[in-house]
């Protein structure tokens, strides 16, 4: 799965030099759909990821600037750091570990029992969805969206 990282990562990356091009203005307007704005996209995209490294390493670790992101430096600076701590937490994984479970509260009071490897699962696939939006917004903007072909990227 440690792949799966690796090219989501690439292709937040890619992402990260095509939004260069844009004004903080226009990554800041509100768009139908997604998070609402592409930096909200980006930073939603990275909080969950911390979100739930944090659920499995239960020793939750803060961004303390998450909420004062305000432009795309901001944002790289938060990928980085979640990056960091996702990486240490991948490779640190012991053989058992994607059947270990964690519990979860969820603000509505429900309590929900996932193992790990679920999580990482929804992890892959929850950025996938999200940089999906963004690709749709490109095309929106008459931009062309980066590629997320999978099969033709070099990413292990």
Known sequence: MLDMFLYNWQVREDWFKW???LSVEELR?????GMGSILKNLVHII?????WVNYMLKEPLVY???????CLEDVIKFSNFTKTITQYFLWKMSDDFEKRKVEI???NGTTYL??????IRHMISHE???IGQLSIWAREMGL????SDLIIRVYS
């Open 128 to 130: 996938i969805h999200h």
């Open 47 to 51: 909080d969950c990821e911390l979100v």
């Open 64 to 70: 303390a600037e998450k909420d004062s992101i305000s």
């Open 105 to 107: 509260n969820s603000r």
């Open 19 to 21: 939004c260069e091009s």
């Open 114 to 119: 996932f193992t790990n490897g679920k999580i």
């Open 144 to 147: 062309k969206p980066i590629s």
């Open 29 to 33: 307007v509100e768009r139908i759909g």
